[in-house]
């Protein structure tokens, strides 16, 4: 019975929901690109060549986004206007329109060679279309 009350109590302190992990990625400068931290539920926040914070996310446990936010190159939230995200070489990888903090407008992303390769729509937050591309810009798929 001891070992079964111990085995028990081992699983509920090391195994227990509460897990917390922080995954980072670096630019090849050593800089900083990504950090993930899973601390109930998961905050993701990216950053520029620079140290920069450019983006800020957090879901709940269950994943869902309840927050997010976009950052000026002065580390300001930007809540209108254009938002530009590079990849970990430097390269454009996405553009937004942001109105009142919302995606509101054309979300792109761009592949290796600078063509976009994926876009979304939204109107006041809500995503209203969705495409893919190929690498020749044939549209793949719409939703």
Not at 11 to 24: C, G, M, N, V, W
Not at 58 to 82: R, T
């Amino acid at each position: 019975m001891k070992v079964y009350v111990l085995s028990f109590l081992f699983l509920l302190l090391f195994i227990s929901p509460s897990y917390a992990e922080t995954q980072k990625v670096f630019y090849p400068n050593g800089r900083l690109f990504q950090e993930i931290d899973y601390i109930n539920g998961k905050d993701w926040k990216v950053y520029d060549v620079n140290g920069m914070l450019t983006i800020m996310k957090k879901y709940d446990v269950a994943g869902n986004l309840v927050e997010e936010k976009f950052y000026d190159q002065q580390g300001a939230i930007i809540q209108n206007g254009d938002w530009k995200g590079y990849d970990i070489n430097g390269k454009l990888a996405r553009t937004i329109t942001l109105k009142d903090g919302k995606i509101d407008g054309e979300d792109l992303r761009y592949d290796d060679q600078g063509k976009v390769n994926w876009k979304k729509v939204y109107k006041d937050g809500n995503l209203i279309l969705e495409q893919t591309f190929d690498k020749d810009g044939n549209l793949k798929y719409s939703k």
